[in-house]
């Protein structure tokens, strides 16, 4: 299947999650809007470990599709955190976004297709693809320059976390731009 369900996150906030967030903020405090998405990327290699970041509840993954779990969001609506739970074959649509994003693998073995934007055929052509495992991360820009769609390609449950710009009620509606694909 490929939609998703959105988890609300605990009211308790782990010190290693704690960690994150404020590495995040300051990383975006400091970066320059072009490379914003990048800096969180950055931010979020040196926190490639599950230990301490997710409970026991945010690391089960549903039979029937991939799990959001919302970690952190910022009180102005800047940015959250999701933790994405898969489980095997588990798969997004090929998609944009509307907004920033980074992301990176913390558990498992997940595929990311990458996809050309056609705009005479206002479609995307599949580019390339690669096997992406624990401390793999990722950056993009918002719109159509950086199509992809991420699979669990292991045996086992993966875990990604990903960073958007955009306020946790938004998360499930103002993230993912679906496209078709040729």
Same mark, same amino acid.
């Given at each position: 299947?490929?939609?998703?369900? +959105?988890?609300? =996150? %605990?009211?308790?906030?782990? &010190?290693?999650?704690?960690?994150? #967030?404020?590495?995040?903020?300051?990383? +975006?405090?400091? =970066? %320059?809007?072009?490379?914003? &998405?990048?800096?969180?990327?950055? #931010?979020?290699?040196?926190?490639?470990?599950?230990?301490?970041?997710?409970?026991?509840?945010?690391?089960?993954?549903?039979?029937?599709?991939?799990?959001?779990?919302?970690?952190?969001?910022?009180?102005?609506?800047?940015?959250?955190?999701?933790?994405?739970?898969?489980?095997?074959?588990?798969?997004?649509?090929?998609?944009?976004?509307?907004?920033?994003?980074?992301?990176?693998?913390?558990?498992?073995?997940?595929?990311?297709?990458?996809?050309?934007?056609?705009?005479?055929?206002?479609?995307?052509?599949?580019?390339?693809?690669?096997?992406?495992?624990?401390?793999?991360?990722?950056?993009?820009?918002?719109?159509?320059?950086?199509?992809?769609?991420?699979?669990?390609?292991?045996?086992?449950?993966?875990?990604?976390?990903?960073?958007?710009?955009?306020?946790?009620?938004?998360?499930?509606?103002?993230?993912?731009?679906?496209?078709?694909?040729?």
């Amino acid at each position: 299947m490929r939609t998703s369900t +959105l988890e609300n =996150a %605990q009211n308790t906030v782990s &010190p290693a999650l704690s960690k994150l #967030v404020k590495e995040i903020q300051l990383a +975006l405090d400091q =970066a %320059q809007p072009e490379y914003l &998405p990048q800096a969180v990327c950055d #931010v979020l290699r040196e926190h490639a470990s599950v230990v301490g970041l997710l409970n026991t509840q945010q690391q089960t993954g549903n039979a029937e599709r991939y799990i959001r779990h919302v970690l952190y969001s910022h009180p102005m609506g800047l940015y959250t955190i999701v933790a994405l739970v898969w489980c095997p074959g588990q798969i997004t649509p090929v998609h944009g976004h509307y907004t920033w994003c980074s992301y990176i693998v913390l558990k498992g073995s997940m595929q990311e297709e990458c996809f050309v934007w056609d705009q005479q055929k206002k479609c995307a052509v599949r580019r390339e693809q690669a096997i992406k495992g624990p401390g793999d991360a990722q950056a993009s820009h918002a719109g159509l320059e950086s199509v992809h769609r991420l699979r669990n390609v292991g045996n086992d449950v993966s875990i990604s976390i990903h960073v958007y710009g955009v306020d946790a009620q938004r998360v499930s509606t103002h993230v993912n731009r679906i496209v078709m694909s040729a």
